[in-house]
């Protein structure tokens, strides 16, 4: 999972270079917030995990993902990511959701159309959300039916493949500049994050782009899938 969990940061900040602020739902290994931390165009990263645990496990990785924790524009929040954006109001310009598998007890919810409709209002005008899907254990059908419902929410999306296991699909309210600008590899500590996983320049990120929402919809709608909804839990 490392290479996704670059690219999770790289391609946002690649695909809207002016971002100041961004939140991470999910702190996995902290390598994503790390990365995020490379760029010293964001002004602040805001990381949600529910389970103090895993947010104390992910220090393991010091230093690998060092910055998640030393950086001083960096907050880690121990909370549910519902909760949190619900009770303070914050907006951002990149949000990062990049929960346990779909198929983990309660990580379903975070798939939903109101979920998405949700966070959408958390995002700045042109903001764009980012949201990991992993491909495995899992069939197209349950990947329709969530793109179903992040497309009721986002009037824009497109879609890279980081490896041959996962997608990152990256949504907005406003259309998606394509293609990712190479201006991340001209920031030092975040090229040497994205050389650290081969991935060494634009064309590399070009490479892993399958698509937009004009080109897919029409495969995800063949397989005539409802939305996933909290109160029709397709993917639960």
Same mark, same amino acid.
């Given at each position: 999972?490392?290479?996704? &969990?670059? !690219?999770?940061?790289?391609? +946002?900040?690649?695909?809207? +270079? @002016?971002?100041?602020?961004?939140?991470?739902?999910?702190?996995?290994?902290?390598?994503?917030?790390?990365? *995020?931390?490379?760029?010293? %165009? *964001?002004?602040?990263?805001?990381?949600?995990?529910?389970?103090?645990?895993?947010?104390?496990?992910?220090?393991?990785?010091?230093?690998?993902?060092? %910055?998640?924790?030393? @950086?001083?524009?960096?907050? =880690?929040?121990?909370?549910? %990511?519902?909760?949190?954006?619900?009770?303070?109001?914050?907006?951002?310009?990149? !949000? =990062?959701?990049?929960?346990?598998?779909?198929?983990?007890?309660?990580?379903?919810?975070?798939?939903?159309?109101?979920?998405?409709?949700?966070?959408?209002?958390?995002?700045?005008?042109?903001?764009?959300?980012?949201?990991?899907?992993?491909? $495995?254990?899992?069939?197209? /059908?349950?990947?329709?039916?969530? &793109?179903?419902?992040?497309? #009721?929410?986002?009037?824009?999306?497109?879609?890279?493949?980081?490896? @041959? $296991?996962?997608?990152?699909?990256?949504?907005?309210?406003? +259309? =998606?500049?394509?293609?990712?600008?190479?201006?991340?590899?001209?920031?030092?500590?975040?090229?040497? #994050?994205?050389?650290?996983?081969?991935?060494?320049?634009?064309?590399?990120? @070009?490479?892993?782009?399958?698509?937009?929402?004009?080109?897919?919809?029409? &495969?995800?709608?063949?397989?005539?899938?409802?939305?996933? /909804?909290?109160?029709?839990?397709?993917?639960?």
């Amino acid at each position: 999972d490392e290479i996704t &969990m670059v !690219l999770t940061a790289a391609l +946002p900040l690649a695909l809207k +270079p @002016d971002a100041k602020t961004a939140a991470v739902i999910g702190i996995g290994t902290g390598l994503t917030t790390h990365t *995020l931390l490379q760029s010293f %165009a *964001l002004e602040s990263v805001e990381t949600v995990e529910i389970e103090a645990a895993m947010a104390e496990a992910a220090r393991g990785f010091v230093p690998r993902n060092g %910055a998640a924790f030393a @950086d001083p524009r960096g907050a =880690i929040l121990i909370d549910d %990511a519902k909760t949190y954006f619900s009770t303070r109001n914050r907006h951002y310009d990149i !949000l =990062i959701s990049e929960p346990s598998n779909p198929w983990v007890s309660g990580v379903s919810s975070l798939f939903t159309r109101e979920f998405y409709r949700r966070i959408r209002g958390h995002l700045n005008p042109g903001g764009i959300l980012v949201q990991w899907f992993q491909l $495995y254990e899992i069939d197209a /059908s349950l990947l329709a039916s969530v &793109m179903r419902a992040l497309g #009721e929410a986002f009037p824009h999306y497109v879609v890279f493949a980081p490896s @041959d $296991y996962d997608v990152l699909i990256i949504a907005s309210g406003s +259309p =998606i500049a394509l293609p990712a600008k190479a201006s991340v590899f001209e920031q030092p500590a975040l090229a040497k #994050e994205l050389w650290k996983v081969h991935v060494l320049a634009a064309g590399d990120l @070009d490479a892993r782009y399958l698509g937009d929402r004009a080109t897919l919809e029409p &495969m995800f709608a063949s397989y005539g899938m409802p939305a996933n /909804s909290d109160y029709y839990p397709v993917l639960d």
